[in-house]
């Protein structure tokens, strides 16, 4: 009898030994598990903090899988998805705005491109216009000169061809509208004085 009490004393004091070192190993475990969830929990941290709000959920995840429940995994979790909600409406708004400013900035270019092409045309155009003024007074100045020593019929052709050069430039109109009549009245002069020339003949030729 005293042989079977011993038997039993030493199984229950090697059951309780076994129930130490189990819960020994246990704790060891979880000590294991709780470094392991904290390291990835500060990960999962820095991630929020940064913004980076997928990584973060993931890593929190993983804290969740390591040790469930493990501080403000859970809080964490469950704002998440509203964060990253909120980031892709942020950005959404950030790109339409960058599009907008892209747009805006891409119609003043062309504006400003616009305006220099006309500049650059009205400063041609100027140049232009200056140089057929220079060509147009030459022009006219010959014109009048001819008018002046009353030879109409050559003063007419000046003066059409600066209305060519340069339209309405100075008095060119006024003398295209005077020049016929003026072409009209040498002529007339000069038969006058041709008549009158042959009369003077045939008087001479009569006292002879």
Do not use: C
Not at 143 to 161: G, N, P, T, V
Not at 174 to 196: F, H, N, P, T, W
């Amino acid at each position: 009898m005293q042989e079977f009490n011993e038997k039993v004393l030493a199984r229950q004091k090697q059951r309780k030994e076994w129930e130490r070192i189990i819960q020994e190993n246990e704790r060891v475990r979880q000590e294991k598990l709780a470094d392991e969830a904290e390291f990835v929990y500060q990960e999962a941290l820095n991630s929020y903090t940064l913004g980076r709000w997928k990584k973060a959920r993931i890593d929190f995840l993983d804290v969740e899988q390591i040790l469930s429940g493990y501080k403000e995994t859970e809080q964490y979790l469950a704002k998440i998805d509203q964060d990253i909600e909120r980031a892709a409406q942020e950005n959404r708004q950030m790109a339409r705005e960058a599009t907008a400013r892209r747009k805006k900035e891409e119609a003043l270019a062309m504006k400003s491109k616009e305006q220099h092409q006309m500049e650059l045309r009205k400063a041609e155009e100027e140049k232009q216009l200056e140089r057929k003024k220079i060509q147009a007074e030459s022009v006219y100045k010959f014109a009048m000169s001819l008018y002046k020593r009353e030879d109409y019929a050559e003063a007419r052709e000046k003066f059409m061809e600066v209305d060519q050069i340069l339209p309405d430039y100075k008095s060119t109109k006024k003398y295209l509208r005077r020049v016929g009549g003026d072409i009209a009245k040498a002529r007339e002069r000069r038969y006058k004085e041709q008549q009158l020339a042959f009369e003077r003949q045939k008087i001479g030729r009569a006292h002879v």
